[in-house]
């Protein structure tokens, strides 16, 4: 199938950077200069300094502003500490024992919480157990059976009495909801590195990650109530019968609830992946699934587009987001955060959102996406071989108070690691948008658009068209790029990017002409200024929309927030690069 173009929701770090990690001949203790601190630590918070300006059209909705994406700056001092460490390349599990204070990733301010884990002197290499002969099945949170929701409930309310009969047992509630607070917000630093902080966001660790830390918090649960064949519901987001806050979650006598929430979002109010800011239920339910087809197969160009960027030894932290993680998993979690708290707690901010249930239940679907992804038959390859990924390495206490040290490379296949998902409808699977614009019409708006030449570099106040010429006439297989965006990074920015769409600036997503979105979160930068290149796939999009004999398209960028803040140097389109990650 031909595929992709950028996803819906695109939280690109401004700041993108590129590694400064030298070539392999090199050994990093002598090329320190040219590194820099920079661990950009996305934090699903953050008061916004400058919420955008209210519009008539298009507005974004004002949730989006609960969204942060931080980074602490400090000095460039960045020679190994472990002169070991130099030539090994996969990021290593944390230190615990040296870990340290945590921070709110987009102020920088220390947090008033200790989420350093137990030290143990004793760490195993984790193998995993054979599956077994039957697999756990992971239903949906929309329709557990009873039975099943009372042995979730009493799992985690023995969990959550572990934290009163001993905090310091690492299966406890709040234990478990530190690891993501130490593993996010700057606590463990990179082994070797002591000015590089461990991020397990942003990059293609994200997937392995969560889906580890998962794999962990179910078999605790389990065993807590006696029963290996515990699972974790997922909450089916991206089917629009699972839209909703999953109800098990808001009965507040539940040991599921959390009061610490949006309270406009709970049900029946229906999740927004694609910030889209849409009022009616239907147009909400129809974005979503035009952003799940975004970032799964039309947005997606190569494997670590919807990965991640590689993330090795050495490397500053968060190179950048795939697809689904800056998409509907941002998504859910701004949605769910509570506004009325500083830092959008508990879902709202990476330190915290481990102290709601429903952040386990959001990671069974992001992990479930990524099952999903790797079955898709699309010509873009499902798995990373490098072997820095596979041997990137984590550590975690198991159901037995154990410390393991996990690898990547052992948790590609979950049905080895003994689970798969209920079977449920993927309704997003072929949700092609399809085309409104007449024909007509567009060479009307063309005749009117301007040349690149006398438009960029490209102040986006308002909303632009521009005509683009192509690589090939007609439907060749090639991607928009639009270059070296540069941004005030204390703003939060969003623009959407259509072709040859005749209509300016409409909440509707689906439509065959939306080509993708560019945004970018609030968040620290020595100097405010991020700079960014994202590419939006086109060949699909040319399937659905008329370019027969076309060498040139119409591309309309519609600001959404801060447009005056954003500068974008250039637009091209290009042949579609190789696609394996
Ligand atoms: Cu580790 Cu959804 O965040």
Known sequence: MASSVQSSCTFLLATNHRHSRPPPSSPHSLTPAGRHRRSHLFQV??????????????????????????????????IPTNPEAATASPIEPPEFKACGAARDVQSGDLLNINCCPPTSDKIVDFKLPPPPAKLRVRPPAHRVSKEYLAKFEEAIRRMKALDKSDPSDPRGFMQQANIHCAYCNGAHDQVGYKDLDLQVHNSWLFFPFHRWYLYFYERILGSLIDDPTFVLPFWNWDNPKGMQMPKIFDNSGSPLYDANRNQKNRPPAIIDLGFSGATEDLQVVVNNLTVMYSEMIRSVNSTLDFMGQPYKAGDAASPGMG????????????????????????????????????????????????????????DVPKDIK?????????????????????????????????????????????????????????????????????????????????????SAKGKADEVLVLENIETDTTKFIKFDVFVNDEDDGSVELDKAEYAGTFAQ????????????TISLRLTELYEDVDVADDDTVVVTLIPRSNGDDVTIGGIKIIASPPRSG
Not at 440 to 459: M, S
């Open 45 to 78: 918070s953050c008061k916004q300094q400058n919420p955008p300006p209210p519009s008539s059209e298009g507005k974004v909705d004002r949730r989006n502003m609960l969204l942060g994406l931080g980074g602490l700056y400090g000095a460039a001092n960045l």
């Open 323 to 378: 697809s689904s993680e800056r998409g509907s998993h941002v998504a859910a979690h701004v949605w769910v955060g509570d506004p009325r708290n500083k830092y959008s707690e508990d879902m709202g901010n990476f330190y915290s959102a481990g102290r709601d249930v429903l952040f386990y239940c959001h990671h069974a679907n992001v992990d479930r996406m990524w099952s999903v992804w790797r079955t898709l038959k699309t």
């Open 386 to 470: 490098d072997p820095d990924y596979l041997n990137a390495a984590f550590l975690f206490y198991d159901e037995n108070k154990q410390l393991v040290r996990v690898k990547v490379g052992d948790c590609l296949d979950h049905k080895k690691m003994g689970y798969e998902f209920e079977k449920v409808d993927t309704p997003w699977l072929n949700y092609k948008p399809t085309k409104k614009a007449a024909k007509a019409k567009i060479l009307k708006i063309a005749a009117g658009a301007e040349t690149v030449e006398a438009l960029f570099p490209l102040n986006l106040k308002k909303i632009t068209r521009v005509l683009v010429n192509k």
């Open 521 to 532: 979160v609030p968040h620290k930068t020595k100097d405010k200024k991020g700079k960014s």
